[in-house]
């Protein structure tokens, strides 16, 4: 029987016969109780009576006191309201079945009594003929039983992402609050559900009702030999003429190793590859490069090819969107002497296009360092220092003549609170040391040896090793393809000193150790890197990464000062305006996510907001718009926050305003990704319906034993009738009379003069 057809029965069978009665549940001891209580009252009541001087007002308080006990008792007694149903039709058996996308996986396979050859069937084609199988035709014989079949789960036509779930409660639910004469539930499909309650709650309701239930699961219990694409994580924009890191995760579930290619191609057909091997039965968690060659969104798609005996081809691609844009990065380095490696890294950052350079020298005899890019003191205002998105400290510590322990609060607040970049790069001089009695301690990635100042030199040169962490990350690509760049770093000159490093603290990511050295922590951490609330923070432990220049001029040591200027500032300049700066996470949310707006507001003269209101008009894929006032964090920095849920996939648009002021808004876009519930090649799940059935007093039946089923359903007693006991004694209602009774009865003493 379909839905509809259900629908068009309910309207013209008779209405159930219902009954309502008192029911008292006392136990031996309750009853014996109560009677004696109200045979002392009465006493008590009598006795009190005769002796008054006002017989007729004490005869109306004594009444009062015997109704109180009186309710007392048969509270004591456990009343309750129950009402029985009687259903008046015949017994009605349900059959559910599972209609979602997971049952188009191809793994079914059909049994003697469904087919006359062993075949495999999705697992919709397997239900389909189940449900055509004239056994069940002998449920309804002699007109003992109707029977009410009743899909659950169907995808909605207008949900071409294929979003929708499986909630296995609610069906289940809506059938106990529609039916009141089922005699059992039968329900066909793989078990998996991702939506509502566990259907565990569901079979626990019907075991109350005494209604069993019966499951026969479909499908294999083992995943498809199949290659997912899970994920691709790409960041939401890149700097243009730069490379970009895409991550992505590929779930293998073929029994071999597979060598493979992953593809990444945008619209016009440039591409590029990547050879990957990917273990049998895991996933695997890689990247890949993309050059970005023009400003705007770029559609890409990166995919895999169909492997030998993969049986799914629709889950090997994914597209996404990032966008490539101009960067102007504003650096600032400090130093106190003009070493090696500050002479060079400040010509490659002055020759980086992308940046804006601002370089404090306190050389400690020719005093502050004077030319082009020069500045002449350390920003003191906060509007100065706010501008900058990465600090480079050099050798440089608190002392006369270099930074203060101001100066230090102010460059942890703007990492902290702007999501600005800090560079730690120790020299010989030891200076840093200076900088763990200050705010900056925090920040430091490292524990540091204070017996070791000057460091350690060696007489011959010492490579670094990358670590796991640092072979995928952005920072150490210093190759146009990850095949080359483990080649590139071992073939980079040495280092003869470097800086006394016990180990990395906690929290931190290690990128690269001393290839020669070890501590009595292991390999000593020479390139690492932490976050720090909004910001970044990476301590370089050597002072001869300018020797990379050796053979190949500025290639690789360009690169990698331009790289670290650009990982550190990417979160802080998401979405910049004149006024106020916006930058979320997590950057490519899901239907469900809640994203966290963090925002860097500025007054009209370019200082810190101190006071004032930031707010944030969000609007959904939809078109639905809903205004976000942020809340202040720290309002010296301008700093502010808030958050918002994710609902639908698409692009969320973000216009941020500060004191309303229309004029000046910064806009940005999050794209969220959706995610497929449902989907094909994962294994059925029967273990749900065993604990289901369990519950409910039912069992688990095999394919081939749909004749047995039919039987013992058959054999079932009729449904007893619906009760609903409503409990009297614990009823909000009868406490409030019983304390209305016992008020007139105080009060009335006090007025009949009894004290």
């Known amino acids: 029987m379909t839905r509809n057809h259900a629908a068009n029965f309910h309207s013209v069978i008779p209405l159930p016969l219902t009954l309502s009665t008192l029911h008292f549940s006392p136990t031996p001891t309750t009853l014996a109780i109560g009677i004696g209580a109200l045979l002392a009252v009465l006493v008590l009541a009598v006795l009190s009576w005769k002796r008054s001087p006002h017989p007729r007002r004490t005869a109306l308080l004594e009444a009062l006191r015997v109704l109180a006990?009186?309710?007392?008792?048969?509270?004591?007694?456990?009343?309750?309201?129950?009402?029985?149903?009687?259903?008046?039709?015949?017994?009605?058996?349900?059959?559910?079945?599972?209609?979602?996308?997971?049952?188009?996986?191809?793994?079914?396979?059909?049994?003697?009594?469904?087919?006359?050859?062993?075949?495999?069937?999705?697992?919709?084609?397997?239900?389909?003929?189940?449900?055509?199988?004239?056994?069940?035709?002998?449920?309804?014989?002699?007109?003992?039983?109707?029977?009410?079949?009743?899909?659950?789960?169907t995808p909605p036509a207008d949900d071409p992402a294929g979003l929708a779930g499986t909630d296995m409660t609610t069906p289940l639910q809506n059938l106990l609050d529609q039916e009141n004469n089922l005699r059992a539930v039968i329900m066909l499909g793989d078990g998996d559900y991702n939506l509502g309650q566990p259907p565990v709650a569901a079979a626990q309701k019907l075991r109350l009702r005494g209604i069993p239930l019966f499951a026969l699961p479909v499908g294999s219990r083992t995943r498809l030999p199949d290659l997912d694409l899970l994920a691709v994580t790409a960041p939401t924009y890149g700097i243009v003429g730069e490379n970009v890191q895409i991550p992505f995760t590929i779930r293998s579930s073929l029994d071999r190793e597979i060598r493979t290619v992953v593809r990444l191609r945008d619209d016009s057909g440039h591409e590029r590859t990547k050879d990957i091997t990917l273990a049998p039965n895991t996933e695997t968690y890689d990247s890949i490069l993309w050059k970005l060659e023009k400003e705007g969104s770029s559609t890409l798609e990166l995919s895999i090819p169909v492997a030998d005996g993969e049986r799914i081809e629709a889950n090997n691609a994914r597209k996404f969107t990032i966008a490539g844009r101009p960067e102007k990065i504003r650096v600032l380095v400090v130093e106190s002497l003009p070493r090696w490696e500050y002479r060079y890294l400040r010509n490659a950052l002055s020759r980086d296009p992308g940046v804006e350079l601002s370089c404090?020298?306190?050389?400690?005899?020719?005093?502050?360092?004077?030319?082009?890019?020069?500045?002449?003191?350390?920003?003191n205002k906060l509007a100065d220092l706010a501008k900058y998105d990465v600090i480079f400290l050099g050798d440089v510590g608190v002392q006369p003549g270099q930074l203060t322990k101001e100066q230090c609060e102010l460059i942890r607040g703007l990492v902290e609170n702007q999501a600005s970049g800090v560079v730690f790069l120790p020299g010989a001089q030891g200076n840093q040391f200076t900088l763990l009695d200050t705010a900056l301690a925090d920040l430091m990635p490292v524990v540091l040896d204070d017996t070791k100042k000057i460091g350690f030199t060696d007489s011959i040169p010492s490579p670094l090793n990358l670590t796991s962490e640092g072979r995928g990350s952005l920072l150490t690509m210093l190759g146009d393809t990850e095949e080359e760049n483990p080649v590139i770093w071992r073939r980079l000159p040495g280092f003869?000193?470097?800086?006394?490093?016990?180990?990395?603290?906690?929290?931190?990511?290690?990128?690269?150790?001393?290839?020669?050295?070890?501590?009595?922590?292991?390999?000593?951490?020479?390139?690492?890197?932490?976050?720090?609330?909004?910001?970044?923070?990476?301590?370089?432990?050597?002072?001869?990464?300018?020797?990379?220049?050796?053979?190949?001029?500025?290639?690789?040591?360009?690169?990698?000062?331009?790289?670290v200027a650009r990982w550190m500032s990417y979160q802080r300049n998401m979405a910049a305006g004149q006024r106020v700066r916006v930058f979320f996470t997590p950057e490519r949310p899901a239907p469900g996510d809640s994203v966290t707006l963090h925002a860097n507001a500025f007054d009209g003269n370019g200082a810190p907001l101190q006071d004032g209101t930031v707010t944030v008009d969000v609007t959904s894929p939809d078109g639905k718009s809903q205004r976000l006032e942020l809340?202040?964090?720290?309002?010296?920095?301008?700093?502010?926050?808030?958050?918002?849920?994710?609902?639908?996939?698409?692009?969320?648009?973000l216009r941020g305003t500060v004191g309303g002021a229309e004029d000046k808004p910064v806009e940005a876009t999050i794209l969220a990704q959706g995610v497929q519930l449902e989907k094909t090649g994962q294994p059925a799940r029967s273990e749900v319906f065993e604990e289901m059935t369990k519950v409910a007093r039912g069992r688990v039946i095999q394919p081939d034993q749909i004749g047995d089923l039919v039987k013992e359903v058959r054999a079932l007693p009729e449904p007893r009738p619906l009760e609903n006991r409503i409990p009297l004694w614990s009823h909000w209602a009868i406490v409030t009379l019983l304390i209305v009774l016992l008020a007139i009865f105080w009060t009335g003493r006090k007025f009949n003069g009894a004290f």
């Open 631 to 653: 809340q202040p964090n720290n309002n010296a920095w301008g700093s502010f926050s808030g958050r918002f849920k994710i609902e639908t996939p698409g692009a969320w648009k």
């Open 360 to 379: 404090l020298l306190f050389h400690p005899e020719l005093g502050l360092g004077e030319g082009h890019d020069y500045v002449k003191e350390f920003p």
């Open 496 to 563: 003869y000193w470097h800086a006394p490093v016990i180990k990395a603290k906690g929290g931190t990511e290690v990128l690269a150790v001393h290839g020669n050295r070890r501590g009595k922590f292991g390999p000593i951490p020479l390139l690492v890197t932490k976050a720090a609330g909004n910001g970044k923070v990476l301590f370089m432990g050597i002072d001869s990464a300018w020797r990379w220049r050796r053979g190949v001029e500025d290639l690789y040591h360009y690169r990698f000062w331009g790289q």
């Open 69 to 153: 006990t009186l309710l007392v008792v048969l509270l004591l007694w456990r009343p309750e309201w129950l009402t029985i149903t009687h259903p008046t039709t015949k017994p009605r058996i349900a059959i559910l079945w599972d209609d979602s996308k997971s049952m188009t996986t191809l793994d079914a396979t059909l049994p003697p009594a469904l087919s006359d050859k062993a075949e495999i069937v999705s697992r919709a084609e397997w239900v389909k003929r189940a449900l055509e199988s004239p056994v069940w035709k002998s449920l309804e014989d002699h007109g003992s039983n109707e029977v009410l079949r009743q899909p659950f789960a």
